[in-house]
């Protein structure tokens, strides 16, 4: 199996990218795609010498400011290795030209994610949106064109599977920060941990979500949440983010479901949109906890503390603590755990 050298350049102006609409090949992997300019290292070629003229034999420009922004491994099905260098430049001169390989058009950068992308190419993207300096992108797609792998700097990046309204998957893998950006329709699981109380009948374990979490830090949370990963369903994610957030070993039987929920929210954080579009499986946990003897995975969770169920709902309601609780999740709960109306916190 040969493995392949290219370069991949995105040429800035005035807040747009210069772009690519392969149309022209029939055979082209590329086919119908929009990217950047670029192409495949000649012989002993370096990767500046292959950016400077493939760009200049696509567009007829002359490159006068680059900057080498990542390394790039594409993985495709079982005998295509292509290392890509992935450069963008904000300097050029000279006179464009038609190119043989589709249309070029100068596209607003926050039009860019609206059109016919590799999904891998959207990580990167969105890297480059948020001004890493230099990166090492690993990206595996099947014969399908269905991403399947990717890692940043050596670690495995998350991915989901965007889903329909009806919670069903429509082939497409997304990564993470790609679907928060886009606010694609993807697949989550709530677990909450409950114990019987003197009060309105029961305790809710709330988690404070860390500093660090990439929306809504510091607030306080349901008991335990996540994602599911591509090609995982729900009790399985219930069952391991218990693990990992919370250092609590549960069985599947242990998880009582409540239902599912739209939900989402769009907000900014660390100057930077997230668009937030989820289907949610809810249940209810309702083994013995002790709080101090929990294992919280510091990188999601600072604290958990128990609330009286009214109470919390109280609270909710009234905005009187950093929070991030969809108050209908919330009856859902309540309404599960036969809690008389008057324990919901009304008045």
Known sequence: MASRLSTLCYIEREGQYLMLHRTVKENDVNRDKWIGVGGHF?????????????????????????????????VYGEDVVEYMSLYTADRFE??????????????????VWSLELWEGDKIFFRLLDEGRDFFSLKLVYNRDDILQY??????????????????????????????????????????WIVRPNDRSGYDVLLQKRSETKDSNPGCYDISSAGHVDAGCDYPESALRELREELGITARPEQLEEVGMRRCGFEGVFYGRIFRDNELSMIYLYREPVEAENLVLQKSEVSEVIWMDYAECREKILADSFENCIYIEEFDMIGEALGIPEKGNGDI
């Open 150 to 191: 990717a890692a940043l700097d050596g670690a495995p990046m998350e991915l989901f599977d965007e889903r329909n309204p009806d919670g069903s998957r429509t082939g497409v893998i997304k990564e993470r920060g790609v679907a928060h950006m886009e606010g694609a329709l993807h697949a989550t699981v709530h677990t």
């Open 42 to 74: 000649e012989h002993g070629e370096s990767p500046e010498e292959c950016l400077l003229r493939e760009v200049k034999e696509e567009t007829g420009y002359t490159l006068t400011s680059w900057r080498y922004r990542g390394i790039v491994t594409f």
């Open 94 to 111: 000279g006179v464009p030209i038609r190119c043989d390989e589709g249309e070029l058009e100068w596209v607003d950068k926050e039009k």
